[in-house]
């Protein structure tokens, strides 16, 4: 049954993917505009690197049953927001919210919600500051507003989250007890050197330190 509603999704399926990669490819413009602007401005590059996926088709039929919805890509447009996706690292953790803010204040960015993982890390360690935000898509037949999930974190959050990801993968979900345990050790060095390398970039280059804890985006629920 289910192949068989998968096999009728086909070509709505293309559509949705054309349509959130236009969406993906429109944030990833404005990072660039805004990581030049920046350049010029303050002669600092505040970005690493951007990068950006989709979600597969698996993934998302493995997020819908999770969620307990049906194989509807209507639903899915309304009730799945990470449908497309970007990263954006950063050198220090005040860069990612500085980035955070003037993507944020956009005209043409509206959000929808904001996650502070760095100031409240998830019990794992994990640490970033996720977006969620609509943007317009111009298509021949008239403006579509896609919604992106958008991430922003530091070197170090990337290197702890990308090694957390493939454990996940290789233990199938179920890492055991003592792996966690050294993950959640790896997240605390990991924020430790972050503060660390802030610490020591702004002796050097004068700049302000990191925000403390509560002094990030303001919240929308
Ligand atoms: P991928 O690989 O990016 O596709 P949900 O999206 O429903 O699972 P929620 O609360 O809506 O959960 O979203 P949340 O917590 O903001 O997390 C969404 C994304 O953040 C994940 O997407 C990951 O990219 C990242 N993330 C969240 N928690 C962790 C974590 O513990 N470890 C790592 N490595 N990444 C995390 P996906 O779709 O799960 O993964």
Known sequence: DLARRLAGIGADFRQLTLEYEFALREVETKMHILQDEFLHLHDYNPIEHVSTRLKTLDSLVGKANRRGLP?????????????????????????????????????????????????HPKANG???????????????????????????????????????????????GEVPADVVDELKEAAQAADDLDRRMERLHHRVHGQPGSPGPGAGPTLVA
């Open 126 to 172: 994990y640490s970033s500051l996720h977006a969620t935000v609509r943007v317009p898509v111009y298509l021949s037949t008239g403006v579509i507003l896609i919604p992106v999930e958008v991430q922003f974190r530091t070197i170090a959050m990337d290197f702890w989250a990308s090694l957390d990801h493939k454990i996940k993968y290789k233990y199938d």
């Open 71 to 119: 194989m509807d890509l209507g639903v899915w447009r309304r009730e799945i927001l990470d449908i497309a996706g970007t990263r954006v690292t950063c050198s220090f953790r005040r860069d990612a919210y500085r980035v955070f803010d003037l993507f944020t204040e956009r005209q043409d960015v509206e959000v929808v919600s904001v996650k502070d993982y760095i100031a």
